[in-house]
């Protein structure tokens, strides 16, 4: 089974329960683990898993043989994001505008133009005990965060159960991470802010049709606020942690919760136990 | 005019709250929330919109069943598995590149464009807020960050603004770049929490790419004090400057509660310290005035 964890937007503890999932279900089975968080990859931090593969995640971009090359000016006409420039005397790659699709290449009537791979991130994996970690990290000033996500996802083993830990927001590097879940879960807390973001994250996993529960970080006082509209959408509440100084303490460390308070375990491993029996079973990925 | 952005490479670090704090301190300013996918300081600022734009970026394939003779052509070109067996397109999937309505030997393909979002400029009671609001599921972040920005400077420039304050988007990719490159000054808000740390790293190291000077401001700096020591050490070793330590407070979470910006829901700790962030950072941006003069 694929679940990914999400949420509208950052700091809600998405990690937090991503790690918290894959550590209590290592008890006993294999499970993966998956960053696909690749702005800001942060997973390594909660799990002591030391990178014993690292490879680099490449977007292929064009490179023109001159020697060939007739200046034509069709490889700039049809690429759709400007990435090449052709002039009456030199032809003009912009790396950093190309996305990799391979229109110029084929289409070039000299075959003047090959492809080379341009690293921009790196993929990083890692084991301990049951645990597999994947972990894609864009380089920095890089933008194609959604060509890492997608090579972190070629890893995906679902021999065992997976877990994704995907990026937040709504857009494109979301639905690259989430796409193909079985289930998402939706990490928010009880504020406007946690609320409206929610919302917006609903709005995603229903447009891909990805079953969809809810946790509450730092619940208290105010869940109502959250309650109250998963009820109008019919979206069950999954599990609530509370607003706890100890718990912001584990987690300002790098402990995973259930590491920190071992009790948790049991309330993990009841949230997946209650993700498969909502799911029909036929069409989980296996 | 000196352009501010508020950055903190992850969310809910007390940002926006930041953000909309500045917008009731600040004279003579624009502000425009540069988070296009998951905006949040409207909820705050509670925005009339006045002009409200479409947003035109990128185009998505569709193939015409009638026509197409199921050669797989477009299948096999598309870097992208966006056409499913069945010879649809999945819009989600496509990134626009049109090769497949390139190749196809029927002209089954056409591209249409694409319409993934909005923006507005609207009248706040704190001026003039420019905002967008990007579709569920879509491209183009960066693309519509760097329009609201240049309507954004437009407008000022008009006006004789003194400061553009933007709330910028979470992360180190396209929509972040697009919201910082050519900014004056960057504060990026910070929490002494590991992933925060390592946030922070990754988001200075943006900065110093693309030539922004940087600020930091380490919220809730006391739930722990080491990694506060931590987060001092690296940015005084990477010549960042940090204009405000700001302890817990209940009522940053309260103001949020009651909507209100926290400088105008009560006197309290943070705010204290939040006025003073205030004042440092415009002697910052005043400075970086001089400094581009000279
Ligand atoms: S399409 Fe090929 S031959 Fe024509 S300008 Fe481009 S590289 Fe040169
Ligand atoms: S690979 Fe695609 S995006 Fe890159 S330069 Fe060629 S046509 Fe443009
Ligand atoms: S336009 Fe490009 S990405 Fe979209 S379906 Fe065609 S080949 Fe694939
Ligand atoms: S290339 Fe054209 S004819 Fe061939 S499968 Fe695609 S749409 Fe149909």
Redesign the interface.
């Known amino acids: 089974m694929i679940v990914s964890v999400a949420s509208?937007?950052?700091?809600?503890g998405k990690?937090l329960i991503a790690t918290s999932l894959a550590l209590s279900l290592s008890d006993q089975t294999k499970v993966q683990l998956l960053d696909c968080d690749v702005?800001?990859p942060?997973t390594h931090?909660f799990l002591d898993i030391k990178a014993e593969q690292s490879s680099p995640a490449l977007l292929l971009i064009p490179h023109i043989d001159e020697d060939k090359c007739t200046h034509c000016g069709v490889c700039a006409e049809?690429c759709?994001?400007n990435a090449i420039a052709a002039l009456p005397k030199k032809v003009l790659v912009f790396p950093e505008l190309c996305?990799?699709?391979?229109?110029c290449s084929?289409?070039c009537p000299e075959s003047a133009i090959t492809e080379e791979g341009k690293e921009i991130g790196v993929i990083k994996q890692g084991s301990s005990g049951n645990i597999r970690l994947v972990a894609g990290e864009?380089t920095?000033?890089?933008?194609a965060?959604p060509t890492v996500i997608r090579e972190v996802k070629r890893h995906i083993d679902t021999a065992g159960d997976v877990i994704i830990d995907a990026?937040?927001?709504?857009?494109?590097?979301v639905?690259e991470a989430i796409?193909d879940s079985d289930f998402c879960l939706l990490v928010t807390e009880p504020?406007?802010?946690g609320l409206?973001?929610l919302s917006?994250a609903v709005?995603?996993t229903r447009?891909?049709g990805i079953p969809t529960g809810v946790i509450i970080n730092r619940a208290g006082d105010?869940d109502q606020l959250i309650e109250q509209y998963c009820q109008e959408q019919d979206i069950p509440i999954l599990l609530r942690i509370p607003l706890d100084r100890n718990i912001?303490?584990l987690?300002?460390?790098?402990i995973p919760l259930v590491e920190g308070m071992p009790d948790w375990r049991r309330d993990f491993l009841q949230l997946f136990h209650r993700i498969k029996e909502m799911l029909p079973t036929a069409e989980v990925s296996r | 005019m000196k352009e501010l952005v508020i950055i903190?490479?992850?969310?809910?670090?007390g940002k926006?709250s930041i953000a909309a704090s500045f917008a009731a301190l600040a004279q003579r300013k624009l502000l425009v929330d540069c988070d296009v996918?998951?905006a949040?300081l409207h909820?705050i600022l509670k925005p009339q919109v006045k002009e409200n734009n479409e947003f035109w970026s990128?185009?998505s394939a569709f193939i015409d069943n009638e026509k197409c003779v199921e050669c797989g052509l477009c299948e096999k070109?598309c870097?992208?598995n966006a056409i499913t067996n069945n010879y649809v397109v999945d819009p989600?999937s496509c990134?626009?590149?049109?090769?497949c309505a390139?190749?196809c030997p029927v002209d089954a393909i056409t591209m249409k464009d694409n319409m993934p979002g909005h923006w507005f400029v609207s009248e706040t009671r704190y001026g003039t807020l420019v905002h967008a609001k990007?579709g569920?599921?879509?491209?183009n972040?960066?693309k519509l960050v760097t329009l609201i920005r240049t309507r954004a400077k437009a407008i000022a420039q008009e006006q004789s603004l003194d400061y553009i304050i933007s709330d910028g988007?979470?992360?180190?990719?396209?929509?972040?770049?697009a919201s910082l490159s050519g900014a004056d000054v960057a504060l990026l808000v910070t929490?002494?929490?590991?992933?925060?740390i390592?946030?922070l790293e990754?988001i200075v190291?943006?900065c110093q790419?693309?030539g922004v000077p940087a600020l930091a401001c380490i919220n809730k700096y006391d739930?722990?004090e080491q990694?506060t020591a931590k987060i001092e050490e690296y940015c005084n070793s990477n010549s960042v400057n940090i204009v405000a330590k700001i302890p817990f407070d209940n009522s940053m979470?309260q103001a949020?509660?009651h909507?209100m910006p926290v400088v105008e829901f009560s006197n309290s700790t943070a705010t204290q310290h939040i006025r003073a962030l205030w004042q440092n950072i415009v002697q910052e941006l005043d400075d970086a005035r001089t400094e581009k003069q000279t």
């Not at chain 1, 990026?167 to 590097?173: D, E």
Request: proline fraction near 6%; charge should be negative.
């Open positions: 509208g937007k950052g700091g809600t990690t702005e800001e942060n931090i049809v759709a994001y996305h990799g699709c391979g229109a084929y289409l864009l920095l000033g890089e933008v965060a990026s937040p927001g709504t857009s494109c590097p639905i796409k504020t406007p802010f409206n973001d917006l709005e995603t447009k891909l105010n912001a303490v987690y300002s460390k790098g | 903190s490479g992850k969310g809910g670090t926006t996918d998951a949040d909820l990128g185009q070109v870097r992208f989600i990134e626009g590149c049109g090769l390139r190749v990007l569920i599921a879509e491209d972040s960066g988007p979470p992360g180190t990719g396209c929509p972040v770049i929490e002494p929490t590991l992933s925060g390592h946030d990754r190291s943006v790419h693309f739930i722990n990694n979470i949020l509660e909507e």
